[in-house]
């Protein structure tokens, strides 16, 4: 892993750009021999979609059409999108008679179904046709009997589009057929629009022998009202999510198999990428009081926590997490190192400082002095960032990482004593920034400051 920067910043607060991301998606994406496959994710589909299907399985139907030879159960909601089936209050009845054949209708209902967008119906030299909004071409949906052609005549007139007649039905209540019964609250919806390809809940409660199907009322626990509705306004294709209640409703969305959460992340990714603490601070908090938090949430959270102030008393995380976000920003804004976890920085910049040690050792000649010095420097920067770490998470920590790094620095340092070809006997001499003792059988590298003790006679060297 290598960590991404980005140009040294004046202030953690003055950043005008994203920074790059430090990712570990590697995990992700390399099974291991104990990990199970991932189970693929929900299907998402349309409103249209989901009444289309309603339909073809006969559920939720509540407009009986009455044809000549024959009925036809359709949506409220489809049929509203033609005036013809309008009362004189705006609203569908529960039935309708209609002085067509039943095919007739059928043809007609099977455009409203498939097209979501606004239109046109007529009658035209005696067939029932519609115009589709951006389409020049006009659609015949069915020839029309002499007499269905002079009854059909009132059928004329626009195709409102989906949209619109879900947003009415959302927004008033209109054609509701179930009700989220949320202790406060009570919000109307509509059982077709609810359900989907792949329920494990709402198709459930709605069909089974359950005392919510015969009531078509569902009790929801822990739900607040303005989430309900605008997770709603998301499943009816009329709004997008609302940062603030966005985490309520990407919650339910999953717990319910409804297949919105890709909605729901894009909208936090975008929210989280321009420092909005309207979505920072509440996936922030979320991130760390909640176990169930996905990883790459709680990476995007802490690191655009790192470009919000203030952290105080107002942000609901435990202090640790703050004291390490604070760490976190510090180092961002002295390096321009951008990082969700301080086990990530240290673990990445250790590895940066291994691999710049063993080119130095692989190098034709060794390591210059000044480049060993400014490569000490950086460890030593290494080490005091550590330790400010351990005052947050405790001295185990401290010393298990540096028994880490001393071992696998031990390790280079043995492999540039044994390329250094020295006769028997002798050892090479490992400076280090601070003063120490040159003893006899130690061969020094060039490019070093000696020191020597003349009341004893002692040398020391350092690097300069």
Same mark, same amino acid.
């Given at each position: 892993l290598k960590l991404c920067t980005f140009p040294r910043l004046p202030h953690p607060i003055a950043m005008a750009t994203e920074p790059p991301i430090l990712s570990l998606t590697w995990y992700d994406s390399t099974p291991l021999p104990d990990r199970r496959p991932p189970s693929p994710? /929900?299907?998402?589909? $349309? !409103?249209?979609?989901?009444?289309?299907l309603a339909r073809e399985q006969g559920r939720f139907g509540d407009l009986c059409i009455l044809c000549n030879d024959g009925d036809l159960w359709v949506h409220r909601l489809v049929a509203a &999108?033609? &005036? +013809?089936?309008?009362? #004189?209050?705006?609203?569908? !009845?529960? #039935?309708? $008679?209609?002085?067509? =054949? *039943? $095919?007739?209708m059928r043809h007609l209902f099977d455009a409203l179904y498939d097209r979501e967008e606004a239109g046109d119906l007529g009658v035209v030299e005696g067939s029932l046709v519609v115009t589709w909004a951006g389409h020049e071409e006009t659609h015949a949906l069915a020839p029309l009997a002499p007499a269905e052609a002079a009854a059909l005549g009132a059928l004329a007139g626009p195709v409102e589009p989906l949209c619109k007649v879900l947003q009415v039905g959302l927004t008033t209540g209109a054609m509701a057929d179930v009700h989220l019964n949320l202790g406060a609250a009570t919000v109307p919806a509509h059982g077709a629009l609810l359900t989907g390809e792949d329920d494990s809940f709402f198709g459930t409660c709605l069909s089974g022998p359950f005392k919510e199907a015969a009531d078509r009322s569902i009790g929801i626990k822990g739900l607040s009202p303005a989430a309900a509705r605008d997770l709603l306004a998301v499943r009816y294709g009329v709004a997008v999510p609302q940062l603030a209640t966005i985490l309520e409703c990407r919650h339910f969305s999953h717990v319910w198999n409804w297949g919105e959460e890709e909605t729901f992340n894009a909208v936090l990714k975008a929210a989280l990428a321009r420092n909005d603490p309207a979505a920072v601070i /509440?996936?922030? *908090? +979320?991130s760390e009081m909640d176990s169930s938090c996905p990883e790459w949430l709680r990476e995007l959270g802490r690191l655009a926590a790192l470009r919000i102030q203030p952290v105080g008393g107002e942000v609901d995380v435990p202090d640790q997490a703050k004291q390490e976000v604070e760490l976190a920003r510090s180092i961002l804004s002295a390096d321009g190192h951008a990082f969700a976890r301080m086990e990530d920085y240290l673990t990445c910049h250790a590895d940066d400082l291994y691999d710049r040690e063993r080119r130095g050792i692989e190098a034709p000649g060794g390591r210059s002095g000044s480049n060993r010095r400014d490569l000490e420097l950086e460890w030593t920067r290494w080490m005091g960032r550590l330790e400010m +770490?351990?005052?947050?998470?405790?001295?185990?920590?401290?010393? &298990?990482?540096? #028994?880490?790094?001393? *071992? =696998? =620095? #031990?390790?280079?340092?043995?492999?540039?004593? $044994?390329n250094a070809g020295l !006769? /028997?006997?002798?050892?090479?001499?490992?400076?280090?920034?601070?003063?120490?003792?040159?003893? /006899?059988?130690?061969?020094?590298p060039p490019g070093l400051e000696y020191s020597m003790d003349m009341s004893t006679g002692r040398n020391f060297a350092r690097l300069c």
């Open positions: 994710p /929900p299907l998402r589909t $349309s !409103p249209g979609r989901r009444l289309r &999108r033609c &005036r +013809y089936f309008q009362g #004189a209050d705006g609203q569908v !009845p529960r #039935a309708a $008679s209609v002085p067509a =054949r *039943e $095919s007739t /509440p996936v922030w *908090e +979320y +770490y351990g005052r947050i998470k405790g001295p185990e920590v401290v010393a &298990r990482w540096k #028994a880490r790094v001393t *071992e =696998r =620095r #031990a390790e280079l340092q043995r492999t540039r004593g $044994s !006769p /028997p006997g002798r050892i090479l001499f490992e400076p280090s920034l601070e003063w120490k003792e040159i003893m /006899p059988e130690h061969v020094c």
